[in-house]
């Protein structure tokens, strides 16, 4: 029996649970997915993650839009490697199109996505599919999404790994939208609510997430009623 996307991740201890964790966005939970254990997988269990979640999106109604090249486009650097296996699975199952590996540049000092200049050409004017590894707000599918569109190409759907963060294709503005695992991670906003984890003292994970930013700038809690923690959003 084919294992599903969960018990492989959990195979190589990725799924982190019962920490105190501040995410990306600066949410406060409990449950972590740490991307960085994939590579314990090895190269044949990794691609089969893949595969079950091309599954999951054909399975789910994909619809393939476009009739020439199709490309598969993963951001740098996190899902760049996917490409190809994605790309592969897609056209072994579609037949036509064909699929190719398509990728973005980081402009380090920016921080921001931008297409390889010597790419710009094959790009332009076509359709592609985004493909992420761990979705929480949705960030990068989105650069993507904007960036594809100033040279008049479209990203037409987005396959995930995983979803924790409860994104759709409404909240990220792309037609179809695939995550081969949901994982519902309740997540608090210290600025709407305070986080039991802090009141009750627990540290904060410093390893994983953006644990160690936020301890740099506030400390470990507990922290006193009323503490102002809008600098973490503001410098984001």
Known sequence: ?????????????SVV??????????????????KEQFSKLGARRLSEVLRIAVDCAINSGL???????????GPAYGAIPYTLTVAEA???????????PARTEVVTEKKIHIIPEK???MYAGKK??????IVNNGTTLRELRDLLRTIGSEMFAAISIADRGGQTEKTLGIKQYFPGLRINMAQIDPREEIC????????????????SRW??????????????????????
């Open 196 to 211: 039991p984890q802090c009141a009750a003292g627990i540290p904060i994970n410093t390893v994983l997430g953006k644990g």
């Open 90 to 100: 897609l056209e072994g199952h579609f037949r036509s199109p064909l699929f190719f």
């Open 119 to 121: 790419l710009l050409a």
């Open 17 to 34: 649970k019962g920490s105190h964790l501040v995410y990306k966005k600066g949410t406060h939970g409990r449950e972590y997915i740490d």
């Open 1 to 13: 029996m084919m294992e599903n996307i969960a018990d492989i991740l959990g195979s190589c201890n």
């Open 63 to 73: 619809e393939v839009i476009g009739k020439d090249m199709i490309g598969v486009v």
């Open 128 to 133: 592609f599919i985004g493909v992420e590894d």
């Open 215 to 236: 301890v740099k700038m506030f400390g470990q809690p507990p922290y006193p009623p009323g503490m102002d923690f809008s600098a973490f959003w503001a410098t984001e």
